[in-house]
């Protein structure tokens, strides 16, 4: 299976074929509303997030694409610069303001969020900070059900992509069912070193 660049096309050239389906079966949302928005070349070179952090390979393709799926969720400002949030805002603003005292102390871990499609009573959300071997950044569920938890679930927008674009299938159940995967498990592994001190998630209390 590939990772990074390699990924992220096959996805591109789904959509490409059926830009306006849907990327879940429980709710209607659209991959592209229109015509894809692209990126210009020029722009992209130079572009990086707010904290310095490099864009990860599959982002960086995902955006020479489009950047209409995202700026659905958040991610830009009204001039097109990119809009991070720490944990505890994301927290307040997408789920409850009561629980985000309680994640805040994750904030350094997780300064710079950004929000993904998915989820029903939970969320999905691109924690920017150390990357993995292949430069990509993990994406995180968020879920306050039961105790509220904070995991991983991909290690990388390029799996993210391709799961949700149905190439390719979680080997186990729960959030963090990647960690058993024979290709994708080494990552998953590398993010819960850098992140949760080894483990797959952090569950209340912090």
């Not at 400002?77 to 805040?104: I, K, M, N, Q």
């Not at 150390?130 to 306050?144: F, N």
Request: with cysteine; net charge negative; glycine share 10%.
């Amino acid at each position: 299976m590939d990772h990074g660049v390699a990924l992220t096309a096959r996805v591109i050239d789904s959509v490409r074929a059926n830009p306006t389906r849907s990327l879940f079966d429980y709710a209607p949302v659209p991959w592209v509303v229109g015509s894809p928005r692209p990126v210009p070349e020029d722009v992209l070179a130079g572009l990086a997030f707010p904290s310095g952090r490099p864009l990860p390979p599959s982002l960086r393709a995902w955006l020479a694409f489009d950047t209409g799926l995202l700026a659905r969720y958040g991610w830009f400002t009204p001039d097109g610069d990119f809009a991070p949030r720490p944990l505890d805002r994301l927290v307040a603003e997408e789920l409850s303001e009561p629980w985000a005292e309680d994640f805040a102390v994750l904030n350094d871990r997780f300064p710079e969020c950004y929000l993904l499609p998915g989820g029903s009573d939970s969320r999905r959300l691109l924690a920017v900070g150390e990357p993995d071997s292949t430069g990509e950044y993990p994406v995180l569920a968020l879920d306050l059900d039961d105790l509220p938890f904070l995991g991983l679930v991909y290690p990388g927008f390029d799996v993210y992509l391709a799961h949700t674009a149905g190439f390719l299938t979680v080997p186990g159940p729960g959030y963090t069912g990647l960690a058993q995967d024979p290709v994708y498990g080494r990552r998953m592994r590398e993010h819960a070193a850098h992140r949760f001190d080894g483990e797959m998630y952090a569950q209340f209390p912090f």
